[in-house]
């Protein structure tokens, strides 16, 4: 790809593509260079079918994926239709004869990018391989069986999605919040051939909150973690709501967390045990000498 500088300094507003095949850590060595090569087939087909030359754009091998910017000359719009569609088709065409079907996880974003002679570099390129790599593209890929999952910055879903165009449909993405290592930012996501993907059951990017602590926001935003704490604490409530009982009978649970218990003859309480062998528990009476 040629430029009219190689400057790092200089940065370009472009168009990133990340691209990385789902589970690439369980193809084995001898698997890998069948499986890089159906991926750049797959592209290349697709750039060549788009009408963009493979010279317009630049290409980095990932391992598992491709890397790609393209410049602002060829319009975002052929990339995120036709080229997308394209991409969809030849990739449906490569797994027809695979018992293992090749998925591809495919994110764009549009900003500054910086070229130097080993490739290029930004928060443009960073963001967009984060969210390629996202919880929410890797379990929509496994869950909905899909081949291909799309993932859009917020910026480019408002600034050329939200139009649409030829083979561009705004309403079958789905908005997601994701928590990057560089903090939360907006999503958009799509499977070609299907209507607007459900993110709800989605994990959250982030791990769980420890026992005890509040319950982690969804993916889904913040009507969606509303709803999440709503339904916290309506278990909290209906739980505490089980445990009371009618202290005048001497049994329940005191203000200061002690429990209390009346009983009569022989009393055992035991809670949280495990038993690693068949046990009795109790008194023995009369001759028996059992011992378990």
């Known amino acids: ?6 400057d790092a300094g200089e940065a370009r507003y472009e168009l990133v593509i990340s691209v990385d095949a789902r589970r690439s850590g369980q193809y084995s060595d001898a698997e890998k260079p069948r ?21 317009a754009v630049h290409m980095e091998d990932r391992g598992d994926g491709v890397l790609v910017s393209v410049p602002g000359r060829i319009a ?16 449906r065409e490569e797994n027809r004869s695979l018992l293992v079907p090749l998925g591809l996880r495919v994110a764009m974003h549009v900003g500054p990018v910086r070229h130097d002679s080993r490739g290029i570099s ?4 960073d963001l967009t391989c984060r969210l390629a790599d996202s919880a929410v593209a890797r379990q929509l890929l496994d869950r909905e069986r899909a081949d291909l999952v799309l993932a859009v910055s917020d910026s480019l879903y408002v600034d050329v999605v939200s139009a649409g165009g030829k083979f561009i449909e705004p309403a079958r993405f789905s908005p997601a ?3 990057l290592k560089e903090g939360e930012v907006s999503a958009w996501f799509h499977l070609p051939g299907r209507p607007a993907p459900d993110i709800g059951p989605i994990a959250p990017e982030e791990p769980s909150a420890p026992v005890g602590g509040p319950p982690a926001a969804p993916v889904g935003g913040p009507e969606a973690a509303r709803a999440a704490m709503d339904a916290a604490l309506a278990a909290r409530a209906a739980a505490a709501a089980g445990r009371r009982v009618d202290d005048s009978h001497g049994d329940g649970d005191d203000e200061d967390g002690a429990d209390r218990y009346r009983a009569q003859g022989d009393l055992s309480v035991h809670r949280n045990n495990v038993y690693q062998q068949p046990v009795h528990i109790g008194r023995v009476t009369g001759d028996s000498h059992r011992k378990d």
Do not use: C, K, P
């Open 1 to 6: 790809m040629e430029h009219d500088a190689l």
């Open 177 to 179: 919040r994701l928590a």
């Open 122 to 125: 930004g928060r443009a390129v």
């Open 35 to 55: 499986m890089r090569e159906r991926i750049y087939r797959v592209l290349e087909t697709a750039f060549a079918q788009a009408g963009v030359g493979r010279d």
């Open 76 to 91: 975002v719009t052929r990339l995120l239709g036709l080229w997308m569609v394209e991409v969809h088709e030849n990739l």
